[in-house]
């Protein structure tokens, strides 16, 4: 699928805007609010620092991206948890890397037709932030869904 640049530069336009108004939402599974702050928007862009995810990756993401918020707030069952330690930006005196125990937690729905899954990342000690979402899933061979079909830090 061949994205033209115009496009998704309309599409990015008008989902930022919509996710800086968004600030956090409610989720009833965690019982906490769920913050859409930078982090979570760059990862929709880029898989890693300076890695842009391809185009089409970007285009598909951001459209999906106001039934995060559906999706979170209606959420009180958990379909997917993931723990893991990983080295991440901690700001002390000044910005470091350090090894932080971190919560990936799924929450898949169809909505409006569409499969998608949204993962809210928490690291230790910290509040939960919007992580990702990815609009559709993947079957093993048997036609089972794969809900782990990957690393949650990159999906």
Known sequence: MEIDLGKLERVKKSSEEEYKKTGSIFCPYLKKNVAFNARGLEHIKFKGRNKARSKEDQYVRLRCLPLAEKIIALSHTLQGFQERNELVNVKRNKWTHEMQSV??????????????????????????????????WKMDIYGNRQIHNGNPSVD
Do not use: L
């Open 103 to 136: 919560a990936y937690y799924e929450f898949i729905a169809v909505i409006q037709d569409v499969r998608v899954r949204v993962i809210i990342k928490q690291i230790k000690g910290g509040d939960p932030h919007f992580w990702s979402i990815i609009p559709f």
